[in-house]
Nanobody, 122 residues
Framework: QVQLVESGGGLVQPGGSLRLSCAVS????????IGWFRQAPGKEREAVSC????????YFADSVKGRFTISRDNAKNTVFLQMNNLKAEDTAVYYC???????????????WGQGTQVSVSS
C-alpha cells in the first residue's frame, strides 16, 4: 500500500526556515518522482517543487526559487523540502505526492499525503 506522510510544519516568523519531510512506504523512491504542493485557504492547489529520478532534475515554482530546495534520501525513503526566508504568502497546507512516471508531469501524481500546515506570521 502506497503511503506518504508529511511532517515538519509549524509556525515560523517571516524570514525563518522550516524543513518538511515526506516519508514514503509501499514503494521505493528509486522509481518515483516526488512533488510538493501547497494550498492556501480560498486558493487553488499550487505546485511548489518536484524531484525526478528519470532525469535527475529538480523543479521549483517561480515564487519559491532561490528560497526552497528539495532533496531525497533513498535509503530512508524520505524527501525533504528545505524552506528558507519564509514569507507570509508561503502560509498553506503542504502536501507531498508520488509520480510513478518519475517525470514530475503534473498529471502523473496519483498518491498523496495528508498534508502539514505551514504558517508564517509575526
Amino acid at each position: 500500500q502506497v503511503q506518504l506522510v508529511e511532517s515538519g510544519g509549524g509556525l515560523v516568523q517571516p524570514g525563518g526556515s522550516l524543513r518538511l519531510s515526506c516519508a514514503v512506504s509501499g514503494f521505493t523512491l528509486d522509481y518515483y518522482a516526488i512533488g510538493w504542493f501547497r494550498q492556501a485557504p480560498g486558493k487553488e492547489r499550487e505546485a511548489v517543487s518536484c524531484i525526478s529520478v528519470s532525469n535527475g532534475r529538480t523543479y521549483f515554482a517561480d515564487s519559491v526559487k532561490g528560497r526552497f530546495t528539495i532533496s531525497r534520501d533513498n535509503a530512508k525513503n524520505t524527501v525533504f523540502l528545505q524552506m528558507n526566508n519564509l514569507k507570509a504568502e508561503d502560509t498553506a497546507v503542504y502536501y507531498c505526492a508520488a509520480d510513478p512516471s518519475s517525470t514530475c508531469w503534473i498529471g502523473s501524481f496519483g498518491s498523496w499525503g495528508q498534508g502539514t500546515q505551514v504558517s508564517v506570521s509575526s
